[in-house]
């Protein structure tokens, strides 16, 4: 149920008021959407899913089914399409399954943002979320992705 309610809160078109100056607001109309895709753990299947998502800044993915590189750095980077696709791969725990995985695409007003301030769960929780701070000169975000384990 929680999982739906994020869904619809998260593919709202949300408007950012930045002040470049402290007498002239602008508003920046950002699209965002939450998807769980079941599985994006091989290149092919994240095109596809990035090609319907298209027209969006932010693509926010849980479930992607990617396995926890140790040779990573904190997330893994690649260029999937016209975006900058960030993921954080599971590890094998008690807390986790083949399910596990997230990632968040920057599309493209965001793609050229300078990235701080990653977190990383690296428990028995890892692929279980990803916190980015997603920054240029209009905007400074902190975007959260996040995969709830089941209760046990």
Known sequence: MFA?????FVGANFAIRVAGDSSIMHEWPLKVI?????????R????????????????????????FDPKCREFEEVK????RWLSSGFARSNMSNKSCGVAIALGSRCKN?????????????????LAI?????YYDLCTIV???PPIP
């Open 113 to 129: 943002a300078k990235l701080s301030d990653p977190i990383e769960l690296k428990t028995k929780t890892q692929g279980r979320g």
């Open 44 to 67: 092919e299947r994240q095109c596809e899913i990035l090609d319907e998502f298209k027209g969006f800044d932010l693509v926010l993915v849980a479930g992607t089914g990617i396995r």
């Open 34 to 42: 939450g998807y769980n895709p079941l599985s994006a753990s091989n």
């Open 80 to 83: 999937v399409e016209d975006f």
């Open 146 to 148: 996040a995969y709830f």
């Open 133 to 137: 701070r997603v920054r240029s000169g």
């Open 4 to 8: 739906g309610l994020l869904a619809i």
